[in-house]
T-cell receptor
């Protein structure tokens, strides 16, 4: 079975500081991995995805994530936090053999301290 | 057009009412999804339609009835709901259900059952 674990339900960083949101996956086959962001009272927006083309993936709004098979991780980073980054972030996994299900982690709420 | 639209944005209904949620996309996607999201939780998959056919029903109670009239439209018919069904209902679409493709989410319908 596939799953993702997000360590830290709440993360607070100062404006301008590094953002690091953690995601570890569990999958018996190579997975496809996604990071989504959800602003209050809105739907989910795709930040970036890993589909085995490159281990370092760059996304929108200055975010990037690195796929590390040895660590079964896909952590999300941004060098310098902005106030507008405050939101809920979800890591999600989908198996790469025709699986229709997108399985979400429990989410991490990012707070930016002025 | 690269968005998924959902109507209405907000819905309040009594336990004896019948109402419907509507979702539309014009991206040529052939897979459409309904998710339910409770506060501070990740989205939970309810239904998957692939090429207008129901392919996954995640053991959703029969008071929720999905319908896919054509490749661009997805409805969720609601009848005799319970207060615990109050949640944000998200629609999503993807090019197909094969792995690696991202899902595009609508803004959601905020449902309150009195």
């Amino acid at each position: 079975a596939q799953s993702v674990t997000q360590l830290g339900s709440h993360v607070s960083v100062s404006e301008g500081a590094l953002v690091l949101l953690r995601c570890n996956y569990s999958s018996s086959v190579p997975p496809y991995l996604f990071w989504y962001v959800q602003y209050p009272n809105q739907g989910l927006q795709l930040l970036l995805k890993y589909t085995s083309a490159a281990t370092l993936v760059k996304g929108i709004n200055g975010f990037e994530a690195e796929f590390k098979k040895s660590e079964t991780s896909f952590h999300l980073t941004k060098p310098s936090a902005h106030m507008s980054d405050a939101a809920e972030y979800f890591c999600a996994v989908r198996l790469n053999f025709g699986n229709e299900k997108l399985t979400f982690g429990t989410g991490t709420r990012l707070t930016i301290i002025p | 057009d690269t968005e998924v639209t959902q109507t209405p944005k907000h819905l309040v209904m009594g336990m004896t009412n019948k109402k419907s949620l509507k979702c539309e996309q014009h991206m040529g996607h052939r897979a459409m999804y309904w998710y339910k999201q409770k506060a501070k939780k990740p989205p939970e998959l309810m239904f998957v339609y692939s090429y207008e056919k129901l392919s996954i029903n995640e053991s959703v109670p029969s008071r929720f009835s999905p319908e896919c009239p054509n490749s661009s439209l997805l409805n969720l018919h609601l009848h005799a709901l319970q207060p615990e069904d109050s949640a944000l209902y998200l629609c999503a679409s993807s090019l197909h259900t094969l792995s690696g493709v991202e899902s595009f989410f609508g803004p959601g319908t905020r449902l309150t059952v009195l």
